[in-house]
């Protein structure tokens, strides 16, 4: 799985950095969506991890934010691409899985689509990763294409680069909740129009979902929360 998410974005980095250039620029919800998790990272006075990084847009974004960041990708041409584009940041290599990193390395991680192209049962491994990285109370947001039922959850759809695997997000809430993440409170996005067929043939029935979630001690209440936005939603995690 692995080797076939990395050799087929590889094949087509070029495109993909087309495609995305800009990063949020004209995505003002997303922004906001992120601005909330930079706030919320800037707290933890450290280190913040763009996990899936790509091309770098969404992390220069938030370096521009005030975070500290390095971004991961497990493409090395995306990474190269990256630190060409960006050569003030610091971009590496790494599985989001297996982090080379110490525990409670990171105030805040953000996973924007990086979790889609990995079959359910890997998911577990993912986010236990994530809270091993964590500081007590630092922010992750975690994006992914939503599918509108829990029989759906882990179904493959035709994704443009490589397969990918629609995420229900009650199911990823009981999935974090296994990893140490609790306190859950949940809404739904709207559905959403589109105007570009081409976009909706790569989404499943339900809107992309983000989360923000934040690890917290125990000296801290475990809050999580889940909001609708146009084709994404936010929440904080323990």
């Avoid at 220069?60 to 934010?65: F, I, K, R, S, T």
């Avoid at 584009?85 to 599985?95: A, I, R």
């Amino acid at each position: 799985m692995i080797d076939d998410v990395r050799d087929s974005y590889g094949a087509l980095v070029d495109l993909y950095t087309e495609v995305n250039r800009g990063g949020l620029d004209n995505d003002r919800l997303r922004r906001e969506w992120t601005a909330e998790f930079a706030k919320q990272a800037a707290v933890g006075d450290g280190l913040v991890a763009d996990l899936g990084c790509g091309p770098g847009f969404v992390t220069n974004h938030l370096a521009q934010l005030g975070l500290n960041v390095v971004g991961y990708d497990i493409t090395p041409a995306m990474v190269l691409k990256a630190q060409r584009l960006f050569p003030e940041l610091t971009f590496e290599v790494g599985d989001i899985t297996a982090l080379a990193v110490a525990d409670s390395a990171f105030a805040g991680v953000m996973s924007r689509y990086s979790l889609i192209h990995m079959p359910v049962d890997a998911l577990d491994n993912a986010f236990s990763e994530f809270a091993r990285v964590f500081k007590p109370g630092a922010p992750a947001l975690v994006s992914f294409f939503a599918a509108n039922s829990a029989e759906k959850h882990g179904s493959p759809f035709d994704h443009k680069v490589t397969t990918a695997y629609e995420l229900f997000p009650d199911t990823i809430v009981s999935t974090m909740q296994a990893a140490g993440f609790d306190d859950f409170k949940i809404r739904r996005p709207r559905p959403i129009r589109r105007s570009t067929p081409a976009r909706s043939r790569n989404t499943p029935g339900s809107p992309c979902q983000q989360l923000i979630a934040s690890i917290t001690s125990s000296t801290v209440e475990p809050v999580i929360s889940l909001m609708g936005i146009t084709n994404a939603c936010l929440a904080p995690v323990r």
